[in-house]
């Protein structure tokens, strides 16, 4: 998972409660990304962020929401908007040049999430 | 509109067997086309790339993928399969926040 920490690993939540979750990366990306992985749907995207102080909303952003005040740390808040928060979530970063660059993405291990 | 699809849902073989997984893809233009590994509870592992050049892309612990335009497909491949290759593989298209990722192969390798 190497460069990229997220946690807490397993966290658990009440309905109706904000919660957020930590991503830091150590490996210099300009670009930092989140996903939400369910069984059997693969990865989809959050949001991203190519730049400090700026992101993007990805295909699923409603009920979330990011911030990017430094270049290591992309944090996502869950809130109590998003109606099925229960998921396992993936912080990704890679290198950023330019729009479509085929340029891998490096993820940090996951936080799995239980709202109840 | 980019896209991908794996196939198989789950991909069983005995160890010491090459395994395939496989991966057709939809773009248009040149299709920058990875692999993914992922264990239980873990985040992904890049495997390997293509970007342009040799069909034959070799990458981590000893898996290559094999680039076939004709058939727009970017089957992962190992000689021999080990018990520790057991995980998630997913194929993704695009690159950056332009990535389309698979569904995912579970791939069972038996002892």
């Known amino acids: 998972d190497g460069g990229i920490t997220q946690s807490p690993k397993y966290l658990f939540r009440k309905e109706g409660q904000n919660v957020t979750l930590s991503c830091e990366q150590n490996l210099n990306h300009d670009a930092m990304y989140w996903y939400r992985q369910d069984p059997g749907q693969g990865l989809r995207l959050i949001y991203y962020?190519?730049?400090?102080?700026?992101?993007q909303k990805g295909d699923i952003a409603e009920g979330y929401s990011v911030s990017r005040e430094k270049k290591e740390s992309f944090p996502l808040t869950v809130t109590s908007a998003q109606k099925n928060p229960t998921a396992f979530y993936l912080c990704?970063?890679?290198?950023?040049?330019?729009?479509?660059?085929?340029?891998?993405?490096?993820f940090g291990p996951g936080t799995r999430l239980t709202v109840t | 509109a980019q896209s991908v699809a794996q196939p198989e849902d789950q991909v069983n073989v005995a160890e010491g067997n090459p395994l395939t997984v496989k991966c057709t893809y939809s773009v248009s233009g040149n299709p920058y086309l990875f692999w993914y590994v992922q264990y239980p509870n873990r985040g992904l592992q890049f495997l390997l790339k293509y970007i342009t050049g040799d069909n034959l892309v070799k990458g981590s612990y000893g898996f290559e993928a094999e680039f076939n335009k004709s058939q727009t497909s970017f089957h992962l491949k190992k000689p021999s399969a080990l018990v520790s290759d057991s995980a998630l593989y997913f194929c993704a298209v695009g690159g950056g926040f332009k990535t389309i990722f698979g569904a995912g192969t579970r791939l069972f390798v038996k002892a």
């Open positions: 990704a970063s890679s290198i950023f040049l330019g729009s479509g660059e085929p340029y891998e993405q490096y």
């Open positions: 962020s190519q730049i400090v102080n700026d992101f």
